[in-house]
């Protein structure tokens, strides 16, 4: 594939896929209002004829073919009103459509897998059908009234011209199979009319007696106009339609015998006036013309200049290049400001426009971090259907509660939290809301089982909740299905509460005995934590028996660029994340205390925290051993919380976040407390460290 074609494919899957996820918020709506509006049988018909054209551009013909029927379903609908429709119909429909959208999903996901589409349809198509003739069928009586009308208009356009007063015909043949030619004439009918009111058509009661399907592959669709010329100003309308195989020009024997008779006198006509009028009137029909090509120009200028679309779409890649480019503007910017050479001269000028060299590279970091956050609405919002397929097959009734849809994160953290929000949701729905209401009105509950999903900023992270008001974590459960896991590490009873819970997110471990559509082969809490850990977030769970469960994960906005504060450790230089910092502090010899294993904690706000020698941890050789020579930084990320002693503050500075080597990754480096690496403005390198996987080393810290 070339690279237009690509960039065209690209825009496609976008496209595509912003519209599904239009279209399920639309279906959702209807269906928790249990009716279509008419803005929502217009905006899913919109929906339908977009994604038809846009695949039969790209030749997709499965997804446009599933497209067009159910545009062809929704016109039908838009017609008639969908009060016509009944109560167990609406539920058929409502069923039909969320498969419809399935299937469509499907298809685009194979073609971002690069695999072939389905090929064969028909099986969908004649579903579209069934329920398109249930929804369409009048009582028996009037049915057979109509066929019987039907029939003899039938036989007189297929005989004879009809005596209806019409001075020419256009007789259409649809494409050989292609269904539902009563509802594709219709639709015809309804796209000429906007240009010539007088049209009649035969059979004429297309649009409600879906028999004539039958009568037009047989016989074709008759339309009727005035004149030949209305006629003509039509045939680009049926032209352009789909599934038109031809169309043929009939005249009655009267309007083809006057035509003549003034085609003759028109030739004459021209033949006496050739030398003096003609060119008089082929002068002045171009200057006519231009004018009006003129002002429909301007015309069309004006309109386009006052809807001119505000808002494009940019590759990822684009962006990752342009962040990357960022990083770099920083630690140049930080390289030249912070050059030796430049120290200890006293340079007014420089200083100044070091500032405001400084002042723009932190608009323009802001203004491109911006253009990457997006809300998380689009992975929330996804939740809704979830929720909606799980309680019907579980037969629940629940409903989702968003909040906080608007907060705005990184777009890769976007894309990374999908899963995890998704294992929480179902997690909930299957074994956490109660599996009936007389459970849930017997324990005092509203029978509506509830889910929320949260998210906030606070300050440099976003904390996202999945909370249900189901019947909790047994933790003795939970620590019984552990033991005979073999997963427990200690006595039972040395766990404490948030021990236990924790338990939920082992690989291979699930509360539930039997493995089901949903849950029970103990993947899905694991993935939560991994994909969590994968971007530097943490994940904790708390829970009451008989109230419910929830998840919450701390997420950094970004983590591309971060403010740190950098620390000295020998000759080594160390940066700890500035939101990881709560406090630092020099200590006295008599505010250190000892537990029964020797190691050195302290007493902070009440609470007694150990201490890490960061020297001794990575094996630095530093002049500063006491612990009252150095200083004290206070850190703590999620539920860990600790000291880690150091020789010097040096001060705070925003660095750019490297990945560590690849050959790296043999040695298991991250489990070592280490995040990355960056580059400062001096050219060294200081060691980023990560203050959630630091906090497990000190089980093998030696003091």
């Not at 297929?158 to 030619?181: I, N």
């Not at 909370?467 to 006595?491: S, V, Y």
Request: with cysteine.
């Amino acid at each position: 594939m070339d690279n237009g074609m690509e960039n065209m494919l690209d825009m496609y899957l976008f496209e595509t896929n912003s519209l599904l996820e239009q279209l399920d918020e639309v279906l959702l709506d209807a269906e928790s209002a249990n009716t279509f509006t008419n803005d929502s049988v217009n905006e899913i018909f919109r929906i339908m004829h977009t994604i038809k054209g846009s695949s039969a551009m790209m030749e997709f013909s499965s997804l446009m073919t599933i497209a067009h029927r159910i545009e062809d379903l929704f016109f039908f609908i838009r017609e008639n009103t969908i009060d016509s429709i009944d109560e167990e119909h609406k539920k058929e429909l409502f069923n039909l459509m969320f498969f419809s959208t399935d299937m469509l999903r499907a298809e685009v996901e194979k073609l971002e897998n690069n695999e072939p589409l389905t090929s064969n349809v028909d099986s969908f198509v004649e579903k579209v059908n069934s329920f398109l003739n249930k929804i369409s069928n009048k009582t028996d009586e009037i049915a057979a009234s109509e066929k019987e009308e039907n029939d003899k208009k039938s036989q007189n356009s297929s005989t004879e011209l009809p005596q209806d007063g019409s001075g020419a015909f256009l007789k259409v043949t649809f494409d050989e199979g292609c269904g539902m030619e009563n509802l594709r004439a219709f639709m015809l009918v309804t796209s000429i009319k906007d240009i010539y009111e007088n049209l009649t058509f035969y059979p004429s009661d297309v649009e409600t007696n879906p028999d004539t399907a039958a009568v037009i592959v047989e016989k074709g669709f008759l339309l009727g106009f005035d004149t030949k010329q209305t006629l003509e100003t039509a045939l680009n309308i049926v032209q352009s339609s789909g599934n038109v195989q031809s169309y043929e020009i009939l005249m009655p024997p009267e309007a083809e015998k006057e035509e003549n008779v003034a085609d003759a006198k028109e030739n004459e006509t021209v033949a006496q006036n050739h030398i003096d009028a003609a060119p008089a009137q082929k002068v002045q029909a171009p200057a006519q013309n231009a004018q009006a090509s003129t002002q429909n120009t301007n015309t069309n200028v004006t309109h386009i200049g006052a809807n001119k679309q505000s808002l494009i779409s940019v590759n990822l890649s684009k962006l990752d290049k342009l962040m990357m480019l960022m990083g770099e503007l920083v630690i140049t910017e930080s390289m030249v400001t912070s050059s030796p050479e430049l120290q200890g001269l006293k340079l007014d000028n420089f200083t100044k426009s070091a500032r405001q060299l400084r002042k723009l590279t932190d608009d323009l970091q802001d203004t491109v971090m911006s253009i990457r956050m997006i809300p998380v609405a689009g992975a929330f919002q996804k939740m809704n259907r979830i929720v909606r397929d799980m309680s019907k097959s579980l037969n629940k009734n629940v409903r989702l509660t968003i909040i906080g849809e608007d907060t705005e994160v990184d777009k890769t953290i976007v894309d990374s939290i999908g899963d995890p929000i998704m294992h929480m949701v179902r997690n909930s729905m299957d074994h956490g809301i109660e599996e009936t209401a007389e459970e849930r009105i017997k324990a005092g509950k509203n029978p509506q089982g509830e889910i929320i999903l949260s998210a906030e900023h606070t300050g440099s992270e976003v904390i996202i909740t999945i909370q249900d008001d189901g019947k909790g974590a047994d933790p003795a459960k939970i620590l019984e299905k552990a033991r005979r896991n073999g997963i427990l590490t200690k006595p039972e009873s040395e766990y404490s509460q948030k021990e236990i819970l924790a338990l939920l997110m082992a690989p291979g471990f699930s509360t539930n005995e039997q493995v089901t559509e949903y849950s029970g082969r103990g993947v899905g809490m694991d993935v939560v934590k991994k994909n969590i850990e994968k971007i530097a977030g943490t994940v904790t769970i708390t829970s009451e028996l008989g109230k419910g469960m929830c998840t919450t994960m701390k997420i950094p906005l970004t983590m591309a660029i971060v403010d740190g504060m950098e620390v000295s450790v020998g000759k080594s230089i160390f940066t700890i994340p500035i939101s990881d910092i709560k406090q630092s502090f020099k200590i006295a010899p008599e505010e250190i205390i000892y537990d029964a294993q020797g190691q050195e904690i302290v007493k902070r706000m009440d609470n007694f925290y150990p201490i890490i020698r960061v020297h001794r941890l990575y094996n630095i050789d530093t002049e500063i051993t006491n612990l009252e020579d150095g200083i004290l930084v206070w850190v703590g990320e999620g539920d860990k919380s600790y000291c880690l002693f150091v020789d010097e503050l040096m001060g705070e500075q925003q660095v750019v976040v490297k990945p560590l080597p690849s050959y790296l990754s043999t040695y298991n480096i991250k489990k070592s407390g280490i995040a990355g690496c960056t580059i400062l403005g001096d050219g060294n390198i200081s060691i980023i460290l990560d203050i959630a996987t630091l906090h497990h080393t000190t089980t093998d810290y030696a003091y």
